[in-house]
């Protein structure tokens, strides 16, 4: 009987090193992280805005069309600004140009079930397979029902057009990086905000353009949603307590929040009615995971520019009778003490960027 196992001690004790780029549509962050054993400590990390908003805090149509090399330059600068030195980097794609679901399918052996993977990934991928970088992960087996013959598994697809994958591995080489990992937004936010946490959570991000809703339930993201309503729209709905000055209201939501007077409410609806949209489709996404695998969700985590605002996370608990809590992906990072304050603060904006420099 073998009682030994080969560890591979100077692979335990090796530090390394990994570059986390998450470019996003209003900027660029970056996070270094050093990894030794199963600790991450945090060398540096850094952010370059892509553009400014108008007075309406519209963004600036060409923005959303910036060339590879304008990208790549704001990197190149970034990392001279932040002494960021490590090569191999990870990336980012945004929820809204990939896509992802998790199937159930019969666990068959390893040549079928990579057939019948690409199969059922046509039913559900809205390209030409031709057109996408496919990837599959076993997320779960489930037991074998009494009676039958067959175990079922769960599979997570995830797909990227290449298009896209082109655009990012373009930008990587113009800005001198070695990107060795291009993921969906989705999962290195989960993996910095839900490490370590069995039980299903909810991470809402609440981003510039849009709020990105994702299950993870034992550790893998089981469901990922794009809902319209975005930290853009919650700024804009504070117009009215400001006369229509944008940047006042931008001002008004990070100093006052959901914190008012009922007097200051009665100006405010269209900041509740806002907020109120978003719960309801947190509620619908809750349910529809609950029907789905009859697991209720834990807690939520509120992630991305807008999870700060004071009163949010209390709002969120008050009306969906469960814990809320800001995110804070830099938890458990080692890094000096006097900058505890400043990373609890923009946390909430640099959970994918600290996901991805935590990949292995």
């Given at each position: 009987?073998?009682?030994?196992q080969?560890?591979?001690?100077?692979?335990?004790?090796?530090?390394?090193?990994?570059?986390g780029?998450?470019?996003?549509?209003s900027?660029?962050?970056?996070?270094?992280?050093t990894?030794?054993?199963?600790?991450?400590?945090?060398?540096?990390?850094?952010?370059?805005?892509?553009?400014?908003?108008?007075?309406?805090?519209?963004?600036?149509?060409?923005?959303?069309?910036?060339?590879?090399?304008?990208?790549a330059?704001?990197?190149?600068?970034i990392?001279?600004?932040s002494?960021?030195?490590?090569?191999?980097?990870a990336?980012?794609?945004?929820?809204?140009?990939s896509?992802?679901?998790?199937?159930?399918?019969l666990?068959?052996?390893?040549?079928?079930?990579?057939?019948?993977i690409?199969?059922?990934a046509?039913?559900?991928?809205?390209?030409?397979?031709?057109?996408?970088?496919?990837?599959?992960?076993?997320?779960?087996?489930?037991?074998?029902?009494?009676?039958?013959?067959?175990?079922?598994?769960?599979?997570?697809?995830?797909?990227?057009?290449?298009?896209?994958?082109?655009?990012y591995?373009?930008?990587?080489?113009?800005?001198?990086v070695?990107?060795?990992?291009?993921?969906?937004?989705?999962?290195?936010?989960?993996?910095?905000?839900?490490?370590?946490?069995?039980s299903?959570?909810?991470?809402?991000?609440?981003?510039?353009?849009?709020?990105?809703?994702?299950?993870v339930d034992n550790?893998?993201?089981r469901?990922?949603?794009?809902?319209?309503?975005?930290?853009?729209?919650?700024?804009?709905?504070?117009?009215?307590?400001?006369?229509g000055?944008?940047?006042k209201a931008?001002?008004?939501?990070?100093?006052?929040?959901?914190?008012?007077?009922?007097?200051?409410?009665?100006?405010?609806?269209d900041?509740?009615?806002?907020?109120?949209g978003?719960?309801?489709e947190?509620?619908?996404?809750?349910n529809?995971?609950?029907?789905?695998s009859?697991?209720?969700?834990?807690?939520?985590?509120?992630?991305?520019?807008?999870?700060?605002?004071?009163?949010?996370?209390?709002?969120?608990?008050?009306?969906?009778?469960?814990?809320a809590?800001?995110?804070?992906?830099?938890s458990?990072?080692?890094?000096?003490?006097?900058?505890?304050?400043?990373?609890?603060?923009i946390?909430?904006?640099?959970?994918?960027?600290v996901?991805?420099?935590?990949?292995?």
């Amino acid at each position: 009987m073998k009682l030994t196992q080969k560890i591979n001690f100077l692979e335990l004790f090796r530090e390394h090193t990994f570059l986390g780029v998450d470019i996003g549509t209003s900027s660029i962050k970056i996070v270094q992280l050093t990894r030794k054993g199963s600790k991450y400590k945090l060398d540096t990390y850094g952010e370059i805005h892509l553009f400014s908003r108008g007075d309406a805090g519209e963004f600036e149509e060409a923005s959303l069309r910036v060339l590879d090399d304008q990208v790549a330059d704001l990197i190149i600068k970034i990392i001279k600004e932040s002494g960021a030195e490590a090569k191999k980097t990870a990336m980012s794609v945004p929820v809204f140009s990939s896509f992802s679901t998790v199937i159930e399918m019969l666990d068959l052996s390893k040549n079928e079930l990579k057939k019948a993977i690409e199969f059922q990934a046509r039913q559900y991928i809205p390209v030409p397979m031709d057109q996408v970088s496919l990837s599959s992960t076993i997320i779960e087996r489930e037991k074998k029902e009494e009676g039958s013959k067959v175990n079922k598994i769960q599979v997570l697809l995830v797909a990227i057009p290449n298009e896209v994958k082109s655009k990012y591995s373009n930008i990587s080489m113009l800005s001198g990086v070695d990107l060795v990992a291009l993921e969906m937004e989705t999962f290195p936010m989960a993996r910095s905000i839900a490490k370590g946490i069995k039980s299903p959570v909810l991470i809402i991000d609440v981003g510039s353009k849009s709020t990105n809703y994702c299950i993870v339930d034992n550790g893998f993201v089981r469901l990922s949603h794009n809902y319209d309503i975005s930290g853009v729209a919650i700024t804009k709905a504070f117009l009215k307590i400001t006369q229509g000055d944008y940047k006042k209201a931008e001002e008004l939501k990070k100093a006052m929040g959901l914190k008012m007077t009922p007097a200051q409410k009665e100006d405010a609806k269209d900041v509740f009615r806002t907020i109120d949209g978003v719960l309801a489709e947190t509620e619908r996404i809750m349910n529809v995971y609950f029907n789905k695998s009859n697991h209720r969700i834990s807690e939520v985590f509120l992630s991305g520019g807008s999870a700060n605002m004071l009163g949010l996370s209390e709002y969120f608990e008050e009306k969906l009778k469960i814990k809320a809590s800001v995110a804070d992906p830099f938890s458990g990072l080692i890094y000096p003490e006097e900058l505890q304050k400043t990373l609890k603060n923009i946390g909430p904006s640099f959970s994918v960027a600290v996901g991805l420099a935590m990949r292995r």
